[in-house]
């Protein structure tokens, strides 16, 4: 599984390289992670934000974008790495040409959305 997650997690790196951290986020705070997946997704945390500590932002480009907030960088680091695996599991979907998209895709998708924005 270790294996498996290190592969996975290959293909994310620094968002646009690691120029945004220092930087103001969407949140109002300061970026201190930042990470893109192949142009297809980001993730953020933030620090000191208008309603947290932490925040994390993240989006797939064209489907979602959500924040979640955290009283401790611990919490969102943990998070921050589950978040990856779960948008990860998501774009891996659409792999799936859209003419066998049936309610089975439907339903892996929506649960997926689900547990993404409901952690």
């Known amino acids: 599984m270790a294996n498996i997650k290190k592969k996975l997690m ?4 620094a968002f646009e390289d690691g120029k945004s951290i ?3 986020g969407s949140e109002n705070g300061m970026i201190i992670k930042d990470e893109e997946f192949e142009n297809s997704a980001r993730i953020t945390i933030e ?3 208008q309603i947290s500590p932490f925040s994390i932002t993240m989006g797939i480009y064209g489907l979602t974008f959500h924040t979640n907030f955290y009283s401790t960088f611990e919490k969102a680091d943990d998070d921050f790495q589950w978040f990856k695996l779960k948008i990860e599991e998501i774009l891996n979907l ?3 040409k859209e003419e066998k998209r049936d309610s089975d895709w439907n339903g892996k998708h929506n649960q997926l959305l689900y547990e993404l924005t409901n952690r």
């Open 10 to 13: 290959a293909s994310w790196i």
């Open 22 to 24: 220092g930087s103001s």
């Open 47 to 49: 620090k000191d934000g």
């Open 94 to 96: 659409f792999e799936i």
